[in-house]
């Protein structure tokens, strides 16, 4: 299993921005598709973003699509969720997963590990 830690969250206005990081350790992740989920109170964990092991490809919820941008940088073992334009309905707890499955995967299950989250607060 990746060792996985998420920062960056906080609170913001609607409109405006944050920038997620998901540092990984314990193993090289360069081969592993990399994920964003989030959680609001009272829903099941929803997927975000995922990215191939290379960066190359990504991959949307419909939601989220044009406002949120996945990366990785692989020589630093981190993802990152840039999120612009925010509204109300993206706050929740932002979770990064990690597996060997296709970047295209929405299923929790799929993935085997896991950080804590982060929290993301957006006001109206």
């Known amino acids: 299993q990746v060792q996985l830690v998420e920062s960056g969250g906080g609170l913001v206005q609607a409109g405006g921005s944050l920038r997620l990081s998901c540092a990984a350790a314990?193993?090289?992740?360069?081969?592993?598709?990399m994920a964003w989920f989030r959680q609001a109170p009272g829903k099941e964990r929803e997927f975000v973003a995922g990215?191939?092991?290379?960066?190359?490809?990504?991959y949307y919820v419909d939601s989220v699509k044009g406002r949120f941008t996945i990366s990785r940088d692989n020589a630093k073992n981190t993802v990152y969720l840039q999120m612009n334009s925010l509204k109300p309905e993206d706050t929740a707890v932002y979770y990064c997963?990690?597996?060997?499955?296709?970047?295209?995967?929405?299923?929790?299950?799929?993935?085997?590990?896991w950080g804590r989250g982060t929290q993301v607060t957006v006001s109206s």
């Open positions: 314990g193993r090289i992740v360069s081969s592993y598709t």
């Open positions: 990215i191939s092991g290379s960066g190359t490809d990504t």
């Open positions: 997963a990690a597996d060997r499955v296709n970047f295209r995967e929405k299923n929790t299950y799929a993935f085997g590990s």
